[in-house]
Structure formats: structure tokens, C-alpha cells
Nanobody
Framework: QVRLVESGGGLVQAGGSLRLSCTASGRTFSTYSMAWFRQAPGKEREFVAARSWSAGATDYTDSVKGRFTMSRDNAENTVYLHMNSLNPEDTAAYYC?????????????????WGQGTQVTVSS
């Protein structure tokens, strides 16, 4: 059974940084794709970043390009979302997602597995 556990959220001032972690277990993830989504109160869950676990470029939504970086640590079975220059519009619950297959998609319906979410709050 695939399990995804996020951590690293918190309260940060505008302009600050956070690093989110998503530790995966239950599978060999080399053939999976991983993604980060976020959901603000009253809004739909939206795509943030995604990549194949093993290789390839990372896809980012325009609003985070140049500020957020997605990376992975094979030894720890963990993907990270490094977030810099945070602003209040980044406030949301952030979710890690996984799907079997090497193509990273931007749509929630493509992902079979989800973490419980971690809250990021950016104060102005």
C-alpha cells in the first residue's frame, strides 16, 4: 500500500522560505511520477509542480516558477518542495501526490495516491 507523508509546513513571513517534504513508502517509486498541489480555503486544489521520480524536467505552474524547486532523494524515498520568496498568495494546504507512470500530469484526477496535506501560511 502506497503511503505519502508530508511535513514541513508552518507560518512564515512574506519573503521567507520553507521546505516541504513528502516521504513515500509501500512501492518502488522509480516508475512513478510525483507532484505537489495546493488548496486555499474556498478554492479548488491547484497544480504546483510535478516530475517523474527517476528522470526528466520538472513542470511548474507559472506563479511559482523561479521561486519553488522540486527535488528528490532516492535514498530517503522523499521528494521536496523548496519554496522561496513566499507571499500571502502562497497560503494553502499543500498536498503530495503520486501516480504509477513516468509522465507527470497537472490534473488531480491523474494521481492515485495522496498525502494528508501540510499547511503553509504566509503573513504579510
Amino acid at each position: 500500500q502506497v503511503r505519502l507523508v508530508e511535513s514541513g509546513g508552518g507560518l512564515v513571513q512574506a519573503g521567507g522560505s520553507l521546505r516541504l517534504s513528502c516521504t513515500a513508502s509501500g512501492r518502488t517509486f522509480s516508475t512513478y511520477s510525483m507532484a505537489w498541489f495546493r488548496q486555499a480555503p474556498g478554492k479548488e486544489r491547484e497544480f504546483v509542480a510535478a516530475r517523474s521520480w527517476s528522470a526528466g524536467a520538472t513542470d511548474y505552474t507559472d506563479s511559482v516558477k523561479g521561486r519553488f524547486t522540486m527535488s528528490r532523494d532516492n535514498a530517503e524515498n522523499t521528494v521536496y518542495l523548496h519554496m522561496n520568496s513566499l507571499n500571502p498568495e502562497d497560503t494553502a494546504a499543500y498536498y503530495c501526490a503520486a501516480r504509477s507512470g513516468s509522465t507527470p500530469y497537472r490534473t488531480t484526477s491523474r494521481y492515485n495516491y495522496w498525502g494528508q496535506g501540510t499547511q503553509v501560511t504566509v503573513s504579510s
